[in-house]
Protein backbone atom coordinates (compact mmCIF):
# COMPACT_ATOMS: atom_id res chain seq x y z
CA UNK A 1 0.00 0.00 0.00
CA UNK A 2 1.16 3.44 -1.09
CA UNK A 3 2.75 5.40 2.00
CA UNK A 4 1.16 9.43 2.45
CA UNK A 5 3.48 11.25 3.45
CA UNK A 6 2.03 14.05 5.44
CA UNK A 7 4.21 17.11 6.74
CA UNK A 8 1.88 18.80 9.14
CA UNK A 9 5.22 21.00 10.61
CA UNK A 10 6.42 22.48 6.81
CA UNK A 11 6.17 26.15 6.49
CA UNK A 12 7.30 27.78 3.64
CA UNK A 13 9.22 31.29 3.79
CA UNK A 14 8.82 33.92 0.86
CA UNK A 15 10.89 37.01 0.58
CA UNK A 16 8.46 39.14 -1.69
CA UNK A 17 9.09 42.01 -4.19
CA UNK A 18 10.90 39.98 -6.73
CA UNK A 19 8.68 40.31 -10.26
CA UNK A 20 8.39 36.60 -11.61
CA UNK A 21 10.06 35.93 -15.41
CA UNK A 22 10.63 32.89 -17.35
CA UNK A 23 8.83 29.51 -18.05
CA UNK A 24 6.60 27.18 -16.16
CA UNK A 25 4.81 23.97 -16.75
CA UNK A 26 2.04 23.20 -15.84
CA UNK A 27 0.81 19.96 -14.58
CA UNK A 28 -1.85 17.78 -14.88
CA UNK A 29 -5.58 18.96 -13.37
CA UNK A 30 -6.24 17.29 -9.33
CA UNK A 31 -9.58 17.60 -10.29
CA UNK A 32 -9.69 15.45 -13.39
CA UNK A 33 -6.85 12.89 -11.75
CA UNK A 34 -9.23 11.98 -8.97
CA UNK A 35 -12.34 10.90 -10.70
CA UNK A 36 -10.38 9.54 -13.09
CA UNK A 37 -8.37 7.21 -10.64
CA UNK A 38 -11.89 6.17 -9.58
CA UNK A 39 -13.37 5.07 -12.67
CA UNK A 40 -10.58 2.15 -12.56
CA UNK A 41 -12.78 0.56 -10.58
CA UNK A 42 -15.30 0.04 -13.11
CA UNK A 43 -13.37 -2.54 -14.79
CA UNK A 44 -10.88 -5.82 -14.43
CA UNK A 45 -8.85 -4.96 -17.03
CA UNK A 46 -5.71 -2.29 -17.07
CA UNK A 47 -6.35 1.58 -16.69
CA UNK A 48 -3.04 3.95 -17.73
CA UNK A 49 -2.93 7.56 -16.82
CA UNK A 50 -0.68 10.02 -17.61
CA UNK A 51 -0.08 13.25 -16.25
CA UNK A 52 -1.11 12.37 -13.14
CA UNK A 53 -0.07 15.30 -11.08
CA UNK A 54 1.99 14.06 -8.11
CA UNK A 55 -0.34 15.41 -4.99
CA UNK A 56 -0.66 14.37 -2.01
CA UNK A 57 -4.61 14.18 -2.70
CA UNK A 58 -3.75 11.40 -5.25
CA UNK A 59 -1.92 9.67 -2.63
CA UNK A 60 -4.75 9.97 -0.68
CA UNK A 61 -7.01 8.31 -3.03
CA UNK A 62 -4.71 5.37 -4.44
CA UNK A 63 -4.63 4.43 -1.30
CA UNK A 64 -8.46 4.11 -0.99
CA UNK A 65 -8.44 2.26 -3.92
CA UNK A 66 -5.85 -0.11 -2.56
CA UNK A 67 -7.92 -0.65 0.19
CA UNK A 68 -11.09 -1.50 -2.06
CA UNK A 69 -9.21 -3.88 -4.06
CA UNK A 70 -7.55 -1.77 -6.98
CA UNK A 71 -3.96 -3.12 -8.10
CA UNK A 72 -2.21 0.69 -8.47
CA UNK A 73 1.01 0.83 -9.78
CA UNK A 74 3.36 3.64 -10.58
CA UNK A 75 5.18 3.78 -13.48
CA UNK A 76 7.07 6.84 -13.22
CA UNK A 77 6.01 10.04 -11.41
CA UNK A 78 3.01 10.92 -13.45
CA UNK A 79 2.20 7.77 -14.54
CA UNK A 80 0.07 4.95 -12.90
CA UNK A 81 -1.43 1.36 -14.21
CA UNK A 82 -4.42 0.85 -11.95
CA UNK A 83 -6.57 -2.53 -12.42
CA UNK A 84 -9.08 -4.02 -10.05
CA UNK A 85 -9.86 -8.07 -10.80
CA UNK A 86 -12.07 -7.63 -7.72
CA UNK A 87 -13.56 -5.51 -5.31
CA UNK A 88 -12.46 -6.69 -1.96
CA UNK A 89 -14.30 -4.26 0.28
CA UNK A 90 -16.50 -1.77 -0.77
CA UNK A 91 -16.27 0.64 1.61
CA UNK A 92 -14.52 4.19 1.79
CA UNK A 93 -14.04 4.77 5.64
CA UNK A 94 -14.51 8.01 7.91
CA UNK A 95 -10.55 8.26 8.40
CA UNK A 96 -9.87 8.57 4.42
CA UNK A 97 -13.06 10.42 3.55
CA UNK A 98 -12.78 13.49 6.13
CA UNK A 99 -8.77 14.10 4.82
CA UNK A 100 -10.45 14.09 1.24
CA UNK A 101 -13.84 14.62 0.42
CA UNK A 102 -13.32 13.36 -3.34
CA UNK A 103 -13.04 10.09 -1.76
CA UNK A 104 -17.04 10.25 -2.21
CA UNK A 105 -16.35 9.40 -6.19
CA UNK A 106 -15.62 5.71 -5.63
CA UNK A 107 -19.55 5.89 -4.86
CA UNK A 108 -21.10 5.68 -8.02
CA UNK A 109 -18.48 3.18 -9.46
CA UNK A 110 -18.74 0.68 -6.62
CA UNK A 111 -22.49 0.40 -6.83
CA UNK A 112 -22.08 0.58 -10.42
CA UNK A 113 -18.98 -2.63 -10.66
CA UNK A 114 -20.52 -4.82 -7.28
CA UNK A 115 -24.38 -3.21 -6.39
CA UNK A 116 -22.78 -2.18 -2.83
CA UNK A 117 -20.97 0.79 -1.50
CA UNK A 118 -20.35 2.13 2.00
CA UNK A 119 -19.10 5.47 2.27
CA UNK A 120 -18.38 7.91 5.30
CA UNK A 121 -20.49 10.95 4.28
CA UNK A 122 -18.02 13.91 4.30
CA UNK A 123 -19.49 16.27 6.47
CA UNK A 124 -18.53 20.00 6.68
CA UNK A 125 -15.22 21.34 5.75
CA UNK A 126 -13.63 24.42 5.71
CA UNK A 127 -15.51 26.26 2.55
CA UNK A 128 -19.00 25.22 3.72
CA UNK A 129 -21.15 22.61 4.37
CA UNK A 130 -20.96 21.00 1.36
CA UNK A 131 -23.52 17.92 1.04
CA UNK A 132 -23.58 15.20 -1.21
CA UNK A 133 -27.36 15.02 -1.17
CA UNK A 134 -27.74 15.90 -4.98
CA UNK A 135 -25.42 12.27 -6.15
CA UNK A 136 -27.87 10.83 -3.88
CA UNK A 137 -30.71 11.18 -5.28
CA UNK A 138 -29.17 11.10 -8.63
CA UNK A 139 -27.99 7.09 -7.96
CA UNK A 140 -31.66 6.74 -6.10
CA UNK A 141 -33.19 8.00 -9.37
CA UNK A 142 -30.84 5.04 -11.25
CA UNK A 143 -32.76 2.67 -8.43
CA UNK A 144 -30.16 2.32 -5.89
CA UNK A 145 -31.12 1.79 -2.30
CA UNK A 146 -29.72 4.54 -0.22
CA UNK A 147 -29.46 4.11 3.28
CA UNK A 148 -27.64 6.47 5.83
CA UNK A 149 -26.22 5.03 9.09
CA UNK A 150 -23.67 5.48 11.23
CA UNK A 151 -22.52 8.22 9.41
CA UNK A 152 -21.93 6.63 6.26
CA UNK A 153 -23.98 5.97 3.06
CA UNK A 154 -24.89 3.03 2.13
CA UNK A 155 -26.26 2.07 -1.51
CA UNK A 156 -27.28 -1.08 -3.21
CA UNK A 157 -28.97 -2.23 -6.26
CA UNK A 158 -28.85 -5.69 -8.04
CA UNK A 159 -28.40 -3.47 -11.42
CA UNK A 160 -28.81 -0.16 -11.80
CA UNK A 161 -31.29 1.26 -14.59
CA UNK A 162 -30.83 4.28 -16.66
CA UNK A 163 -33.39 6.82 -15.66
CA UNK A 164 -33.53 10.95 -16.31
CA UNK A 165 -31.78 12.67 -13.57
CA UNK A 166 -32.39 16.82 -13.56
CA UNK A 167 -30.23 17.95 -10.70
CA UNK A 168 -31.40 20.84 -8.98
CA UNK A 169 -28.01 22.84 -8.95
CA UNK A 170 -24.93 21.92 -10.74
CA UNK A 171 -22.30 19.85 -8.68
CA UNK A 172 -19.48 18.39 -10.20
CA UNK A 173 -18.52 15.41 -8.61
CA UNK A 174 -22.74 14.21 -8.55
CA UNK A 175 -22.07 14.72 -12.21
CA UNK A 176 -18.97 12.92 -12.13
CA UNK A 177 -20.65 10.21 -9.80
CA UNK A 178 -23.63 9.73 -12.12
CA UNK A 179 -21.69 9.52 -14.96
CA UNK A 180 -19.55 6.77 -13.84
CA UNK A 181 -22.52 4.90 -12.16
CA UNK A 182 -25.12 5.14 -15.42
CA UNK A 183 -22.16 4.08 -18.09
CA UNK A 184 -22.62 0.40 -16.58
CA UNK A 185 -26.44 0.79 -15.84
CA UNK A 186 -29.41 -0.80 -17.91
CA UNK A 187 -30.63 1.57 -20.44
CA UNK A 188 -29.95 5.35 -20.76
CA UNK A 189 -29.47 7.58 -18.44
CA UNK A 190 -30.09 11.09 -19.21
CA UNK A 191 -28.21 13.90 -17.06
CA UNK A 192 -30.33 17.20 -17.23
CA UNK A 193 -28.00 20.68 -15.93
CA UNK A 194 -25.24 18.76 -15.53
CA UNK A 195 -21.52 20.09 -15.14
CA UNK A 196 -20.04 21.26 -17.93
CA UNK A 197 -16.44 22.01 -16.16
CA UNK A 198 -13.78 20.55 -18.39
CA UNK A 199 -12.78 17.62 -15.82
CA UNK A 200 -16.21 16.38 -16.29
CA UNK A 201 -15.35 16.24 -20.09
CA UNK A 202 -12.09 14.67 -19.47
CA UNK A 203 -13.53 11.96 -17.31
CA UNK A 204 -16.46 11.43 -20.36
CA UNK A 205 -13.25 11.28 -22.77
CA UNK A 206 -11.68 8.19 -20.58
CA UNK A 207 -15.04 6.61 -19.94
CA UNK A 208 -15.57 6.22 -23.67
CA UNK A 209 -12.34 4.77 -24.44
CA UNK A 210 -13.03 2.08 -21.87
CA UNK A 211 -16.11 1.61 -23.88
CA UNK A 212 -18.49 3.59 -22.43
CA UNK A 213 -21.09 5.29 -24.79
CA UNK A 214 -21.52 9.09 -23.69
CA UNK A 215 -22.45 12.00 -25.51
CA UNK A 216 -23.17 15.79 -24.52
CA UNK A 217 -20.02 15.75 -21.73
CA UNK A 218 -19.26 19.45 -22.03
CA UNK A 219 -22.96 20.56 -22.53
CA UNK A 220 -25.77 20.91 -19.43
CA UNK A 221 -27.76 17.50 -21.03
CA UNK A 222 -25.58 14.40 -21.36
CA UNK A 223 -27.00 11.23 -22.47
CA UNK A 224 -25.16 7.64 -21.23
CA UNK A 225 -26.22 4.37 -22.94
CA UNK A 226 -25.24 2.00 -20.08
CA UNK A 227 -22.88 -1.60 -21.43
CA UNK A 228 -22.70 -4.60 -20.06
CA UNK A 229 -18.49 -4.01 -19.30
CA UNK A 230 -15.73 -1.70 -19.54
CA UNK A 231 -12.47 -2.57 -21.04
CA UNK A 232 -8.84 -1.31 -20.77
CA UNK A 233 -7.79 2.02 -21.76
CA UNK A 234 -4.89 4.94 -21.89
CA UNK A 235 -5.78 8.26 -20.79
CA UNK A 236 -3.78 11.65 -20.54
CA UNK A 237 -5.04 13.86 -18.04
CA UNK A 238 -5.81 17.43 -18.74
CA UNK A 239 -3.84 20.31 -17.44
CA UNK A 240 -4.55 22.06 -14.58
CA UNK A 241 -6.62 25.04 -15.18
CA UNK A 242 -6.62 26.15 -11.91
CA UNK A 243 -2.69 25.67 -11.10
CA UNK A 244 -2.61 28.44 -14.43
CA UNK A 245 -4.51 30.67 -13.32
CA UNK A 246 -2.96 30.26 -10.14
CA UNK A 247 0.76 31.15 -11.83
CA UNK A 248 -0.94 33.96 -14.30
CA UNK A 249 -2.01 35.76 -10.67
CA UNK A 250 1.54 35.13 -9.81
CA UNK A 251 3.19 37.30 -12.51
CA UNK A 252 0.68 39.57 -12.60
CA UNK A 253 0.77 40.29 -9.18
CA UNK A 254 4.39 40.87 -8.82
CA UNK A 255 4.53 43.08 -12.16
CA UNK A 256 6.38 39.71 -13.85
CA UNK A 257 6.23 38.09 -17.74
CA UNK A 258 6.00 34.55 -17.76
CA UNK A 259 5.01 32.11 -20.13
CA UNK A 260 3.01 28.81 -19.43
CA UNK A 261 3.24 25.55 -21.36
CA UNK A 262 1.14 22.58 -21.63
CA UNK A 263 -1.56 24.66 -20.76
CA UNK A 264 -5.54 24.64 -22.51
CA UNK A 265 -6.37 28.04 -22.98
CA UNK A 266 -9.93 27.11 -24.00
CA UNK A 267 -10.36 25.69 -20.12
CA UNK A 268 -9.71 29.81 -19.20
CA UNK A 269 -11.28 31.81 -21.46
CA UNK A 270 -13.56 33.41 -18.18
CA UNK A 271 -10.60 34.04 -16.22
CA UNK A 272 -8.57 35.24 -19.53
CA UNK A 273 -10.82 37.97 -19.93
CA UNK A 274 -11.45 38.87 -16.56
CA UNK A 275 -7.89 39.85 -16.17
CA UNK A 276 -7.38 41.33 -19.52
CA UNK A 277 -10.30 43.82 -18.48
CA UNK A 278 -7.90 44.23 -14.83
CA UNK A 279 -5.69 45.66 -17.29
CA UNK A 280 -3.21 42.62 -18.47
CA UNK A 281 -1.69 41.61 -21.45
CA UNK A 282 -2.01 38.11 -22.08
CA UNK A 283 -1.44 36.26 -25.55
CA UNK A 284 -1.78 32.39 -25.75
CA UNK A 285 -1.60 29.79 -29.02
CA UNK A 286 -2.11 26.27 -28.58
CA UNK A 287 -0.86 24.59 -25.64
CA UNK A 288 0.65 28.07 -23.87
CA UNK A 289 -0.36 31.60 -22.72
CA UNK A 290 2.10 34.18 -22.37
CA UNK A 291 0.89 37.36 -19.95
CA UNK A 292 2.67 40.32 -19.21
CA UNK A 293 2.99 43.48 -17.32
CA UNK A 294 0.21 45.30 -17.00
CA UNK A 295 0.29 48.05 -14.65
CA UNK A 296 -1.25 50.01 -13.06
CA UNK A 297 -3.86 46.91 -12.45
CA UNK A 298 -7.55 48.36 -12.19
CA UNK A 299 -10.01 46.76 -9.46
CA UNK A 300 -12.74 45.03 -11.75
CA UNK A 301 -15.73 42.84 -9.53
CA UNK A 302 -16.20 39.01 -9.82
CA UNK A 303 -18.84 37.05 -9.44
CA UNK A 304 -17.57 33.29 -9.43
CA UNK A 305 -19.25 31.07 -11.45
CA UNK A 306 -19.84 27.33 -12.86
CA UNK A 307 -17.83 26.43 -15.74
CA UNK A 308 -17.71 28.72 -18.46
CA UNK A 309 -17.81 31.65 -15.95
CA UNK A 310 -15.24 32.13 -13.80
CA UNK A 311 -14.28 29.42 -11.32
CA UNK A 312 -14.56 29.43 -7.41
CA UNK A 313 -11.46 27.91 -7.22
CA UNK A 314 -9.54 30.99 -8.05
CA UNK A 315 -11.47 33.53 -5.95
CA UNK A 316 -8.74 33.58 -3.40
CA UNK A 317 -5.53 34.27 -5.85
CA UNK A 318 -8.05 37.34 -7.50
CA UNK A 319 -8.91 38.49 -4.28
CA UNK A 320 -5.10 38.97 -3.57
CA UNK A 321 -4.90 40.20 -7.30
CA UNK A 322 -7.27 42.66 -6.48
CA UNK A 323 -5.62 44.51 -3.27
CA UNK A 324 -3.13 45.18 -5.77
CA UNK A 325 -5.29 47.01 -7.79
CA UNK A 326 -6.57 50.95 -8.12
CA UNK A 327 -9.86 51.54 -7.15
CA UNK A 328 -12.88 49.53 -4.93
CA UNK A 329 -14.45 46.41 -6.08
CA UNK A 330 -16.92 43.60 -5.08
CA UNK A 331 -16.16 39.74 -5.37
CA UNK A 332 -19.26 38.09 -5.09
CA UNK A 333 -18.81 34.29 -3.76
CA UNK A 334 -21.84 32.39 -5.45
CA UNK A 335 -20.40 28.56 -5.10
CA UNK A 336 -19.55 28.08 -1.41
CA UNK A 337 -20.95 29.71 1.67
CA UNK A 338 -17.94 30.15 3.43
CA UNK A 339 -15.10 30.73 1.21
CA UNK A 340 -13.20 33.28 2.87
CA UNK A 341 -11.40 32.15 5.63
CA UNK A 342 -7.94 33.79 3.61
CA UNK A 343 -9.32 37.29 3.97
CA UNK A 344 -8.26 37.77 7.76
CA UNK A 345 -4.96 36.60 6.97
CA UNK A 346 -4.68 39.28 4.28
CA UNK A 347 -5.79 41.68 6.61
CA UNK A 348 -3.13 41.16 8.26
CA UNK A 349 -0.43 41.78 5.84
CA UNK A 350 -2.32 44.96 5.19
CA UNK A 351 -4.88 44.20 2.69
CA UNK A 352 -8.33 46.57 3.35
CA UNK A 353 -11.36 43.75 2.34
CA UNK A 354 -14.67 44.06 4.00
CA UNK A 355 -17.21 41.16 4.37
CA UNK A 356 -20.86 41.20 4.07
CA UNK A 357 -22.32 37.32 3.55
CA UNK A 358 -21.21 36.10 -0.12
CA UNK A 359 -19.43 39.33 -0.96
CA UNK A 360 -16.32 40.92 0.00
CA UNK A 361 -15.56 44.33 -0.67
CA UNK A 362 -11.73 45.05 -1.78
CA UNK A 363 -10.29 48.62 -1.73
CA UNK A 364 -6.91 48.65 -3.50
CA UNK A 365 -3.93 49.02 -3.88
CA UNK A 366 -2.67 48.62 -0.20
CA UNK A 367 0.74 48.12 -0.19
CA UNK A 368 1.55 44.55 1.81
CA UNK A 369 3.80 43.74 4.37
CA UNK A 370 5.32 40.00 4.81
CA UNK A 371 3.47 38.21 8.23
CA UNK A 372 3.15 34.70 9.50
CA UNK A 373 0.08 33.49 8.57
CA UNK A 374 -1.98 30.58 8.70
CA UNK A 375 -3.85 28.32 6.01
CA UNK A 376 -6.98 27.07 5.85
CA UNK A 377 -7.68 25.06 2.74
CA UNK A 378 -5.92 24.40 -0.87
CA UNK A 379 -6.68 27.83 -2.43
CA UNK A 380 -6.51 29.93 0.72
CA UNK A 381 -2.98 28.55 1.32
CA UNK A 382 -2.10 29.26 -2.59
CA UNK A 383 -3.77 33.07 -1.72
CA UNK A 384 -1.50 33.66 1.02
CA UNK A 385 2.15 32.23 -1.20
CA UNK A 386 0.41 34.87 -3.75
CA UNK A 387 0.40 37.71 -1.00
CA UNK A 388 3.76 36.99 -0.01
CA UNK A 389 5.38 37.09 -3.41
CA UNK A 390 3.90 40.47 -3.75
CA UNK A 391 4.61 41.47 -0.17
CA UNK A 392 7.72 43.66 1.66
CA UNK A 393 9.74 41.64 3.71
CA UNK A 394 9.28 37.84 5.19
CA UNK A 395 6.09 35.92 5.05
CA UNK A 396 6.02 32.57 6.90
CA UNK A 397 2.59 30.33 5.31
CA UNK A 398 1.75 27.73 8.27
CA UNK A 399 0.12 24.68 7.41
CA UNK A 400 1.27 23.90 4.31
CA UNK A 401 -0.21 20.93 4.08
CA UNK A 402 -3.16 21.96 2.67
CA UNK A 403 -1.03 22.97 -0.39
CA UNK A 404 0.49 20.05 -1.08
CA UNK A 405 -2.60 18.58 -1.55
CA UNK A 406 -3.40 19.96 -4.85
CA UNK A 407 -0.58 21.54 -6.02
CA UNK A 408 2.84 19.81 -7.28
CA UNK A 409 6.54 21.24 -6.56
CA UNK A 410 4.88 24.79 -6.23
CA UNK A 411 7.45 26.33 -4.53
CA UNK A 412 10.68 24.38 -7.18
CA UNK A 413 8.11 25.93 -10.09
CA UNK A 414 7.81 29.56 -8.73
CA UNK A 415 12.05 29.51 -7.82
CA UNK A 416 12.64 28.56 -11.06
CA UNK A 417 10.74 31.99 -11.96
CA UNK A 418 12.94 33.68 -9.70
CA UNK A 419 10.41 33.90 -6.15
CA UNK A 420 12.38 33.23 -3.28
CA UNK A 421 10.92 31.30 -1.60
CA UNK A 422 12.32 27.89 0.40
CA UNK A 423 10.54 25.20 2.39
CA UNK A 424 11.55 24.83 6.44
CA UNK A 425 10.96 21.46 7.26
N1 LIG B 1 -23.79 20.87 -3.16
C1 LIG B 1 -24.92 20.48 -2.49
N2 LIG B 1 -25.32 19.17 -2.59
C2 LIG B 1 -24.65 18.26 -3.33
C3 LIG B 1 -23.49 18.65 -4.03
C4 LIG B 1 -23.08 19.98 -3.93
O1 LIG B 1 -25.55 21.30 -1.80
O2 LIG B 1 -25.06 17.10 -3.38
C5 LIG B 1 -23.34 22.27 -3.09
C6 LIG B 1 -21.95 22.41 -2.48
O3 LIG B 1 -22.04 22.46 -1.07
C7 LIG B 1 -21.45 23.69 -3.11
C8 LIG B 1 -22.06 23.64 -4.51
O4 LIG B 1 -23.17 22.75 -4.42
O5 LIG B 1 -21.95 24.79 -2.41
C9 LIG B 1 -21.14 23.15 -5.62
O6 LIG B 1 -20.50 21.95 -5.21
P1 LIG B 1 -19.92 20.86 -6.20
O7 LIG B 1 -20.59 19.57 -5.91
O8 LIG B 1 -19.93 21.35 -7.61
O9 LIG B 1 -18.42 20.78 -5.69
P2 LIG B 1 -17.57 19.45 -5.55
O10 LIG B 1 -17.91 18.56 -6.67
O11 LIG B 1 -17.64 18.94 -4.17
C10 LIG B 1 -15.57 20.22 -7.06
C11 LIG B 1 -14.11 20.42 -6.89
C12 LIG B 1 -13.85 21.63 -6.00
C13 LIG B 1 -14.47 22.86 -6.67
C14 LIG B 1 -15.97 22.61 -6.90
C15 LIG B 1 -16.66 23.72 -7.65
C16 LIG B 1 -13.24 18.18 -7.11
C17 LIG B 1 -12.62 17.01 -6.47
N3 LIG B 1 -13.53 19.21 -6.31
O12 LIG B 1 -16.09 20.02 -5.74
O13 LIG B 1 -12.45 21.80 -5.92
O14 LIG B 1 -14.32 23.98 -5.87
O15 LIG B 1 -16.15 21.39 -7.66
O16 LIG B 1 -16.07 23.92 -8.89
O17 LIG B 1 -13.46 18.19 -8.31
C18 LIG B 1 -10.42 22.48 -4.94
O18 LIG B 1 -9.82 21.86 -5.84
O19 LIG B 1 -9.82 23.26 -4.16
C19 LIG B 1 -11.85 22.29 -4.77
C20 LIG B 1 -12.50 22.59 -3.64
Not at 219 to 239: C, D, M, N, Q
Amino acid sequence: MPRIQVRPVDRLRIEGGKSLHGSVRVSGAKNAALPELAAALLTADEVRLDNVPDVRDVQTLVRLLSDLGARCERLGRHRWALSTPEVVNPEAPYELVRTMRASVLVLGPLVARCGRARVSLPGGCAIGARPIDRHLDGLAKLGAEIKLEHGYVEASATRLTGATVEFSDVTVTGTENLLMAASLARGTTVLKNAAQEPEVTDLAALLVRMGARIEGAGSPTITIEGVEALHAAEHRVIPDRIEAGTFLVAAAITGGKITLEDVEPAHLGAVIEQLRAVGLTIECGAGWIRIGNGRPLRAVDLATRPFPGFPTDLQAQYMVLMTQAGGACELDETIFENRFMHVPELRRMGASIGLAGSKAAIEGPTPLTGAEVTASDLRASVSLVLAGLAARGETLVHRVYHLDRGYEGVEEKLQALGARIERIR
